[in-house]
């Protein structure tokens, strides 16, 4: 798979990446390529996670929405607050918290090697 550039995020596939994970660790990306505050959609071990860099903080989550599935890369992102394209709701990309209800965007434990981002996925 390619990069795909787009107004609101790109993403970043783990084929072809030589990175040292070992499940259930998987490669996303290059620490260097999450920018702060951008969005950045990868695919690590078969899921879609969204990366987000904010305050210097990095957080990994799923990159689908739990209210109607819609893809979260393709929201708006100010602060700690990440707002859903298709129906408004607002998680805390900290905690996965939704703003509207009890809905919880899935987090996902994350470490750096070697300037490579690892995602656990389990």
Known sequence: MAVIDN??????????????????????AEENSLK????????????????????GRICA????????RCPMDRGK?????LTCLCHGRKFDIRTGEC?????????????IEGGSIGVKIE
């Open 77 to 81: 992102l100010e602060d700690f607050i």
């Open 36 to 55: 702060e505050g951008k969005l950045l959609r990868v695919e690590a071990g078969g899921k879609d996670v969204l990366l987000v860099k904010t305050e």
């Open 99 to 111: 703003f509207n209800d009890s809905l919880k965007l899935r987090m996902f434990e994350w470490k």
């Open 61 to 68: 989550l799923s990159n689908v929405c739990p209210h109607a």
């Open 7 to 28: 107004m609101f995020s790109e993403k970043v596939s783990e084929a072809g990446s030589v990175s040292g994970f070992e499940p259930p660790w998987y490669y996303a």
